[in-house]
């Protein structure tokens, strides 16, 4: 795991965060999924480069943890 997440139920509820922020992991992924750059993201949030990049670490682990499964498709009548 990376040391710049933490996971504190006392700092959001529990959530991934940056460390020595309220940050939320999923913030962060959220604003580079919805266009902001790297540089809005560390001035909007007042967090480091690194910090973006372990955040994006930390989400690509997550999802390589998960395990998916298959729906069946269903054509429509």
Avoid: S, W
């Avoid at 309220?22 to 690194?50: K, N, Q, W």
């Amino acid at each position: 795991m990376n040391d710049r997440i933490v996971i504190d139920p006392e700092i959001q509820h529990g959530k991934p965060v940056i460390r020595g922020t309220r940050v939320p992991v999923a913030r962060i992924v959220g604003g580079l999924a919805g266009g902001m750059t790297i540089e809005e993201i560390t001035r909007e949030y007042e967090i480091a480069v690194d910090d973006v990049f372990a955040a994006l670490n930390f989400a690509a682990e997550i999802i390589a943890a998960e395990q998916f499964h298959p729906l069946p498709l269903h054509q429509a009548a």
